[in-house]
């Protein structure tokens, strides 16, 4: 603490001087870790009767790898003169990997004399390994100092020079440097020298592609990507040679010649090519895209994969050739077209048709190669319906999500892939599934579904996973139906489905929602039947708490905001529902002109709320309580009033609640800081517990807070500590004065772990001052003064220290109101609150609580735990697994970078026998790692807990 601490409290807060001799300066020297040290073993390098000798010492070597800045130079030296003698390849090989790592990890290494040292040492190199292992080397360590342009350019020719090695390892090397270290300058600094040697770069690369190992023409494909990516233009005249390879025997070089292809067709869209005929010409985009059409059939699964989602990024092709991927049967009207006079010119060529004129000239043509005859220029047709029948998953998947890409930027495309998506409704896999919904979810805006896909999409409905049934009611509400009939059907089946599945209930209700928003026309004529309305007799009342009724209810009302002719259709147990829901879920149910025409308090709350008004009367509320010149009792009194408006606030009006609620709980803790404080025994364990709690909330529940009020905020936590700090001193010595014994207490051991919290608390608070530039309360600075003084404090000693500055502090700074803080909360939807069912299982064994909550303005979801009271006091804090966060259908992300998530688990409980059964509360946490101390974070409760009531029986022996 004294070393973070003493040089900043010191400096800026201390201003006592005292006169003295000057304290004498100390030197000191670091001693170099000679066991550890890597230095150590390069040294035994010539003691190593052996190769096996040395290469053991060389890997524990890389293992240590520490060196003295002083000591990188002399164990380069050594390595390199134990590197001329060996004659095993494997050490040098790994001599040259300790090289790059060396100049990668070590601070004093001089790159340059490294990258020197391996070019000699290569130079006169004949093992193929050690020479490719000293190209990767150079690769390593040139990217470090890519900006030595010089050097790179050296560093291309040694890779230039060892191109002729019979190696592939050590020609892949050589391929990888010159793509990787190629100096490249911005087009606009180029010169006409620059560009001729930048073109033979790419030629010289661009012919390695004909190579006689596969290896080496993958990776000449695969340097000239690298320099695409890197900023230097790759020539169109390498189109011919990269087609070429599509149809090479290894799939690793069809793999990057696929990605080649894609990016000079994306690159050079508008080019012209002529086709095999030698009179048909395309666009060079057409082309590429036919030709990755062709590797859909390919027979690697990678390869089929990659085609499928570089098709999905291919954009600006002609609509004959997309439409084609959907059809296997071939068009005829993709040949060219030719006037009749071509026609016969081509005719009399050909020698079918006789003039007559001359001898022979109705002899048969010349003859054609099978090859040579194709009815398309390319193999565009039927590719996506392949991919979609793939027997591979990534496939499926791949086809999937390039056919929505297409669909999102071509409407013809959308409705003509509309029923090859529908179809992977009942693919096998659940991915598949998924993929295919939220595809058609982000396509709806082009689509209208006819009854025979409706009949696909509202059987999957009856999907045993969650994440499928809530997908399609997302699509359901995004898409639009294109009758009466088809509307009809799907409200019947998803009411049909919500008694099958009432866990989807709220998912439902979003779905109706929108459903009724989009087709207002056509729930018209479905009014009356759906609200059970009768010309002559008066019907039932139906329940309002019915989940069926309620999503009837939603449709119907959503769709009378754009629709007012049905208002008339309404009876008066319909408005009075209305008005019931209005209240209850005014996000699912829009203001209508019917009932009771004032505006209710939601709606006021979704209004413009004036900032200055509720500026105005924040001030009005605050004004007087940092008036120093009224005395505390009056000063806490009207901070105790204050309390009370804030939290009335909160629940008037929702858009300020985060800021209300801020400020109310701040006031608060000084209120019951301040009680704690003159209580008459001390401060009592439960209120500072209670205190703690408080200011964790301050600190981690809120968002938007400024760095100046988090400043505030972390000052009142550090008086918190202090009073925590006098406690545990004052129960230590009561438990020491009872016993007569001195020693290490249960109480001395928490006295010691306040002392701890306190310091660290302070150190945290420091930075934290000293990054906002706050300046730090009177209490804040005594504090810092008092535990720069020494390093060490007993926690009796720091007690008595801090006790008068705390009792004769003045009260802590409200900070003022910002209407920008949000306050993270919680919602448990199940289990109910008022859940009679009693949870009956075997003593010791384990059972299963559903638990569905949702949680809003969450900065971390991980951080979130779900904490079960036991009623014999034991806590658990269960983290629920990753998969089981799921993003709110309406609300993902907020403006302030927190999330909305919904949690849906199981809450696993167990314990002994009870003789009768007894409630256990589930709420749902944030845990909160200060770091200061080893024991389990902290809990911030998010919401109220629920009772779940529990009966463990005993086991029944015997059979």
Known sequence: MAAVLKKRALAEYNKSFQDGPASKKLHLVKKPLIGSSAAAFVGLLEKCKS????????????????????????????????????????????????????????????????????????KNETSHKVI?????TLVKLGNKLSEDKILMARLVNVARDNLKDTSHQVKC?????????????????????????????VKLLGDYSNAEDARVRCEAFQSLLTLHERGLTISFDL??????????????????????????????????????????????????????????????????????????????????????????????????????????????????????????????????????????????????????????????????EAVCQLSMENQVFAITSLDFLVDMFNDEIEDVRLRAIDSLTRISHHIVLREDQLEIILGALEDYSMDVREGLHRMLGSCTVASKTCLEMCIDKILENLKRYPQDKRSTFRCVQQIGSKHATLVLPLTTRLLAVHPFFDMPEPDVEDPSYMCVLILVLNAAQHCTTMLPLFEEHTVKHYTYLRDTMPHLVPHLPIGD???????????????????RFFDTVLQHIDNVTLSTMVRLKMLQSAEEQLNKLSEMEPMVSGAANFTALFARCVLSL???????????????????????????????????????????????????????????????????????????????????????????????????????????????????????????????????????APLPVIPKPNLKIRMCSASIIEPATDNDTVLRFCAGLITGVALEAEVVRVKDPSALRVRVAYPDTRVHALVPPRDHLRPLDHTNTNDDGTQNVRLLTKVLISHGVWTEPCGVDISVCLAVEEGSSRDAAPLVELCRPVRVTVAPKPIKRGI
Request: proline content about 3%; glycine content about 6%; aromatic content about 4%.
């Open 597 to 615: 025409t004032k505006q209710s308090r939601s709606e006021k709350s979704e209004a413009a709320i004036d900032d200055s008004a509720v500026i």
């Open 674 to 808: 301040h009680t704690a404080l003159n209580a008459t025994n001390g401060p009592p364990t439960h209120a500072l517990q209670q205190l703690t709690t408080d200011c964790l909330r301050l600190q981690y529940q809120f968002s938007g807070v400024s760095e100046q009020e988090n400043a505030c905020v972390w000052q009142l936590a550090l008086r918190v500590c202090a009073a925590r700090l006098l406690a545990a001193v004052q129960n230590a010595t009561v438990a020491n004065t009872g016993t007569g014994n001195t020693g290490n207490t249960a109480s001395g051991i928490v006295a010691l772990s306040a002392a701890t919290a306190l310091t660290h608390h302070a150190e945290l608070l420091d930075r934290i001052l000293a990054s906002a530039g706050v300046e730090p309360d009177p209490f804040t600075i005594a504090v810092f003064q008092q535990l720069s003084q020494s390093g060490e404090h007993k926690p009796s000693a720091l007690a008595r220290a801090v006790q008068p500055l705390l009792l004769s």
């Open 132 to 136: 490719a292992q000293g190209i990767a």
């Open 173 to 201: 090397r050589c391929l990888q440097l010159m793509s990787e270290l190629y100096p490249i300058c911005p087009e606009t600094d180029r010169t006409l020298e620059m560009t001729v040697e930048s073109d033979a770069m």
């Open 239 to 400: 189109y011919d040679q990269v087609c070429a390879a599509l149809s090479d025997d290894y799939e690793i070089v069809r793999e990057v010649a696929l990605k080649l292809v894609w990016l000079m067709g994306s690159k050079y869209p508008e080019n012209t090519v002529t086709l095999q005929d030698g009179e048909t010409t395309m666009r060079l985009v057409d082309d590429a895209f036919i030709r990755i059409c062709s590797a859909v059939n390919d027979l690697c699964m990678q390869v089929r994969a990659l085609s499928c989602s570089l098709l999905g990024t291919t954009r600006a092709v002609s609509d004959r050739f997309l439409l084609q991927t959907l059809d296997k049967q071939l068009m005829s009207n993709m040949k060219k077209k030719r006037t009749a006079h071509e026609r016969g010119a081509e005719l009399v060529r050909s020698g079918a048709w006789a003039s007559g004129r001359r001898w022979a000239d109705d002899a048969p043509g010349q003859l054609i190669e099978q090859a040579a005859v194709q009815l398309l220029p390319g193999g565009a047709a039927g590719a996506f319906v392949h991919g979609l029948e793939d027997e591979f998953m990534e496939v499926r998947t791949a086809a999937v």
């Open 51 to 122: 190769s096996d000798e040395a290469l053991q010492l060389l890997l524990r070597i890389s293992d240590c790898l520490q060196f003295q800045e002083s000591d990188v130079e002399e164990a380069i030296k050594k390595l390199s003169e134990h590197f001329q003698s060996e004659e095993e390849s494997v050490v040098r090989v790994k001599i040259l990997w300790l090289f790059s790592d060396i100049g990668l990890e070590c601070p004093g290494a001089n790159l340059n004399n490294l990258i020197d040292e391996t070019i000699h040492l290569i």
